[in-house]
């Protein structure tokens, strides 16, 4: 009988440990962030300020993790206004039609220790393409202040502009093709 207990509250020990859950971006740590090449010799760095990321996985090293983000466009910031809404305008993101950016994951592939290869669909400009990022796990650990767990990760890729019909207006060199993505993030495990 007392094996029984001990197998039974193993089972489901381990059932808790492994049950999928959700995690939450913290939007003061977090950061969605593009660079981009002006007249080839200067990069022009920028943001959006408004975004929501969510994480689903039910390994505790996140090496099933689904990742899915929603960016408002009318959010981008570069520190010059009139560039931020010329950027909102149709010659770009045309913010007005489509406010949304939009990434959910198809697949994640380990590549070393804490890194893995995250393949999704980007969204943009009213076009789904899909994309592939380097992702770094960056660890888990409780919060000090709200005793709570928090997980971070690294995302950084590269997408071409003319795959979302975005400024094509502006040929290269005045704006490079490629635009780097820097995505940080803090997310909290939600209860």
């Given at each position: 009988?007392?094996?029984?207990?001990?197998?039974v509250q193993f089972v489901v020990l381990s059932l808790g440990a492994f049950a999928q859950s959700t995690w939450q971006n913290d939007k003061a740590h977090?950061?969605?962030?593009?660079?981009?090449?002006?007249?080839?010799?200067?990069?022009?760095?920028?943001?959006?300020?408004?975004?929501?990321a969510t994480i689903t996985a039910s390994k505790p090293d996140f090496s099933d993790a689904k990742f899915e983000l929603t960016g408002k466009t009318a959010s981008i910031h570069t520190g010059i206004e009139k560039r931020d809404d010329h950027l909102k305008s149709p010659d770009f993101f045309d913010a007005a039609t489509n406010p949304e950016i939009k990434f959910k994951s198809t697949g994640l592939q380990s590549k070393e220790s804490d890194k893995y290869i995250l393949t999704g669909d980007l969204t943009m400009h009213g076009v789904t393409k899909p994309i592939t990022l380097e992702l770094w796990y960056r660890g888990t650990i409780i919060n000090s202040m709200s005793k709570k767990p928090v997980a971070g990760f690294r995302a950084t890729g590269v997408v071409k502009r003319a795959d979302f019909n975005i400024g094509p207006k502006f040929a290269p060199p005045m704006l490079s093709e490629e635009v780097v993505i820097i995505a940080d993030g803090e997310f909290g495990k939600k209860e």
């Open positions: 009988m007392k094996k029984v207990l001990i197998l977090s950061q969605l962030k593009f660079d981009i090449t002006h007249l080839g010799v200067s990069t022009i760095s920028g943001s959006f300020s408004d975004f929501d």
